[in-house]
């Protein structure tokens, strides 16, 4: 057994604790492998010991990796975690089954194009920037409100939940209730929240997202 197939037998033994803990059912929180930086031969594993949900940040290098291997593993489920420029959303929409990082209406009326011209439905989350950082992509949390309205009444993009990445110098637990709250307000089921550090707090306040990957991949390749 590899390094990396422990070690994603561990996260999911503490996934079921954490939501279990929560009176919640395990089934309900989607392990997403953060696969980004990380070669084909490393990842190869990680697909064969039942991992089907990974994570990259780049349309570029997902391009390099992902088409191979989903020629051998057909069920494969790939979220875009990452930023994403205007320029790559045809072949973002292409390649992923899920965007987590919707995060200005230009972004939407592309994907939204997008969708329509291939005829593909994605999972879409609109990245919240809870902590109202400058540097960190977002909408605002009194922006999410109108941002949601924009996207589903004006360019009919069904969205199924909310992301965000907590400020590395503050509680996570705030930005993951902020998260929850404002994803109750308006409607959504689904919260894309927890990394490794933090994967279990998230769960405990609803997380059904966790985007885990130096916890089972080490170190960036």
Known sequence: MTDSVAALREINGRI???ARGAGRDPAGVTL???????EADAIVPVIEA?????????VQEAKGK???LRARFAD???????PLQS?????????????????????AEAIAAEMGRQGRRLKLFVQVNTGEEPQKAGIGPRETAAFLRLCREELGLEIDGLMCIPPVDEEPALHFA?????AAENGLAGLSMGMSDDFE???????THVRVGSAIFGARG
């Open 32 to 38: 997403v492998a953060v696969s980004k930086t990380h």
């Open 50 to 58: 039942g991992q089907r949900a990974f994570g990259e940040n780049r």
């Open 178 to 182: 902020l998260l929850a709250k404002l």
């Open 87 to 107: 320029n790559k959303t045809r072949e973002a929409v292409e390649l992923f089954d899920a965007i987590h990082s919707i995060d200005r209406p230009k972004i």
């Open 76 to 82: 494969l489920d790939l979220h875009l975690i990452g």
């Open 201 to 207: 707090t998230a769960i405990a306040l609803g997380a």
């Open 66 to 68: 992902w088409p191979a």
């Open 16 to 18: 079921e604790l954490a």
